[in-house]
């Protein structure tokens, strides 16, 4: 026993109030007898008086109190596998919890806006389908709508709708590997197998009609390369018949699996304040209850005329991320039911033989054909001087293409606002004081997709 | 860049000369009325406006306040030998509330290419004012970590700006053993 006291003498003055029943008398001296009260007098008034000092201070951390073996800086990637490509994350530790982060970047550049400037505007969607290779036909949206702008021209009804079909099947395809992906990282490997099964399936839809399975180059100025291929209304259908039984079994997966629930639930919470200040878009800002769809409150290619809901989340977590994901599945395969079966008749790009290329058989007899067929493929069509920012929904969140013209046949400027890029910007908020195993769950939720970040 | 100061190209002439419209959304019209000295214009149905760069945090502060509650992109055209001020920061805001976009453009000097960060308005103006000096070389005045983003940490030059040749540059590798 003097052992322990003599131990307890040297430690602060706050540990010593809990050894005032011992034998030796503590410290800290009062009249009254009682321990709790003394303990509970002690903390009140302690705390009533940094309240008045204006000293209360929650979410910093605080470093010169430790010592240096208690605060460890850890370094994740770039090469991990469950950082979705090429990711760095300097991490700093406290045991077991993370106290600050730092994302390092650029390990993936390669320099996609300065080669968008010597590359022609109907070049441009192969350079742009390279960003966000999950949604690449979101970029070629986005990019093609920028250039429409500044020519001035509106695409036919029918591109309009392949259009929307094409984009929503991408969205559902890139948050299909999201959720492979995310149950992957935390331990469903089933998951992976199944997500990226159904994404095939529709990746093979891809390939049937622009020919490549990502990086399509399939949308582009004035409108779409090719049209729908013979009995793609089989293949959509079955698409559309097959996922929702499949999101089914996903959720006897993972909804009905405890373990999920419990590595998601409350895990990587993130405010709608944060949210907005920060500029997170997407399903990230959705989960924390922000109804905000830029399809809905900048409708374009007609996204307006269909029907469809925004899902949100309450708490801002992954699993409310998760779930939003799968239900806006759900939302994507009824607009791609709706595109499909008002599927207008006529052209699939406009009637501008100084945007898109005559058709093939037209070449052969007409010589203007041929010209305006030359002329397009060597230097490209001119755009007007002016510049513009357009922003579509991708699956990540605002994907926006700031795009300027000097009225040559080439871009002066093009800038993707790229939603990976600024949703990485949420990292150090969502995993500060959190635990280390969490981390994983984070990123895969955030679902960022490297090419978008670096470009 | 001394070639910018010698060149009068008649862009700057040119857009001087239409008379200043004030917006049609409420929210912005207040925000004009409020502050008088910014050039307001249309630019494909999008509202746009110039501001100074001296005056960029305190318009900057005034559209956070009118709802502009979130900032959609920060980036920089660079105007080499196309007009008489080099660089143009271009920062699109966006109002959730009120379901409108502004695009706020700043000229900047070539030769002393430095603007106020918007980092303290909003915060994630972060990573873009990185990428943009890490790109364009602008220097953001108050930025709480202005380092490259994208680049190696000791790459020369700036890649965007227009007088960085395509693919001139041996490819550099970052020292493996720096830690910052």
Redesign the interface.
Known sequence: MSEETTQLEEVPEVVDLWVSGTEEPAAWETGSTDEGAQKMAWTESEARLREQLGTVVEDDFDLSGLADDERMIV?MGPQHPSTHGVLRLQIELEGEIIRRTKPV??YL?T?M???AE?LTFLQGPTNVTRMDYLAPLNNELCYSLAVE??LGIEVPERAATIRVLMTELNRVSSHLVALATNGMDIGALSMMIYGIREREMILDFFEKTSGLRMNHNYIRPGGVAADLPPGWRADVTRILETLPRRLDQYDDLLENNPIWVERTKGVGVITAEEC?????TGPTLRSTG?A?DLRK??PYSGIEQYEFDVPVGTRGDVYDRYRIRVEEINQSLGIVRQAMERMPKGDYRVDDRKVTPPPRGRIDESMEALIHHFKLFTEGFKVPA????V?VESPRG?L?C?L?S?GDGKP??M?T?APS??N??SLPIMMADSLLADTIATIASLDPVMGDV?? | MSETTTETPDETVEESAPAPVLPDHPVLRGLAEAFAGAEWSV??G?DVVTVEADRLLEFATAARDAGF?????I?V??WFR?RRVRFEL?V?L?S?QH?V?L?ILVPIHGDDPTVPSLCSV???????ER?AFD?FGVVFDGHPDLT?????DDWEGY??RKDQA?GSVPVQFKDSHK?D
Request: charged letters at 25%; aromatic letters at 12%; hydrophobic letters at 40%.
């Open positions: 370094n970047i650029g550049h320099g806006e300065k080669t010597t702008r500044l907005r200040a920060y500029a997170i922000v905000w409150a900048f002016g510049e513009t920012y922003a605002e926006g700031y300027v000097e002066w400027r800038h606002r890029f600024y990485l910007q670096d470009r | 630019s494909h999008q509650e979130t900032i959609s992109d980036t055209v660079d196309k271009v699109n966006l959730m379901v976009r695009r909003w915060p994630g103006a972060n990573y873009a990428e790109m490259r983003i994208l680049m190696p890649p965007l395509v830690v």
